[in-house]
């Protein structure tokens, strides 16, 4: 089975912190993902990474930043959190099957809900 | 027209229905299809991939329609533990952006006693 983990589950911060959320896969996928999830809107790509060092902006990359220093691990950064960023973030990987990215089906973390106050 | 449209519902069925709901799609150079369910403040979960002559899983049946570009899945003998989210999500050939694997919005699934 595959596992994705989450740092945290819960998270509360305060306005202009940097916040760092984590997430660690172990199935060697190649492809991570962070997307944030708020009622009314489903889900939004955040940023994606398709390998090593790669990273793409998403559809809201705007106050975020992601870092891939190792396969199994992707990080999401608030560079300077603000109570617009409250929302429930998910992490997900999946397997690239060629050089095709977005093909296989994508497997997602349990979530951290995050409040910035 | 949104990329990936699902009925929001929600839909309320007795245990032991049948219930059926689609998920239209804008690109018909889509090539992969996805049904998730989705818990309340839980995460998606994969509950099958759709495949182009149809797949069954248990209760559940997915199918594709490319020539109307829909899929669709049927669940059978409803029970109260399907009660769930069920986002719909469509992968389009692009080979260097992930901001073309698009979810639906969900569609409610209540089942009633």
């Known amino acids: 089975d595959v596992k994705v983990t989450q740092s945290s589950r819960y998270l509360v911060k305060r306005t202009g912190e940097k916040v760092f959320l984590e997430c660690v896969q172990d199935m060697d996928h190649e492809n991570m993902f962070w997307y944030r999830q708020d009622p009314g809107l ?6 994606f990474s398709y390998d090593v060092k790669m990273k793409e902006k998403g559809d809201i990359p705007e106050g975020y930043s992601v870092s891939r220093e190792k396969k199994e691990r992707f990080s999401l950064i608030l560079e300077s959190a603000s109570t617009n960023q409250t929302s429930m973030y998910l992490c997900a990987s999946s397997f690239r099957a060629g050089e095709v990215y977005s093909n296989q089906p994508q497997h997602f973390g349990d979530g951290t809900r995050l409040s910035i106050l | 027209r949104k990329e990936v449209e699902q009925d929001p519902g929600p839909f309320n069925v007795p245990e032991g229905a049948t219930v059926a709901f689609n998920c239209t799609y804008s690109n018909s150079a889509s090539q992969s299809f996805f049904w998730y369910r989705q818990d309340c403040r839980k995460e998606p979960k994969l509950l099958m991939s759709v495949y182009s002559s149809g797949n069954e899983d248990g209760r559940f049946t997915a199918q594709l329609n490319r020539a109307s570009q829909y899929i669709s899945l049927l669940i059978r003998d409803s029970k109260l533990s399907d009660s769930a ?16 694997i698009i979810f639906g919005s969900g569609t409610r699934l209540s089942i009633r006693p």
């Open chain 2, 85 to 100: 989210t069920y986002l719909c999500v469509v992968n389009n050939p692009y080979y260097s952006s992930a901001s073309k």
């Open chain 1, 42 to 47: 489903g889900l939004r790509l955040i940023y």
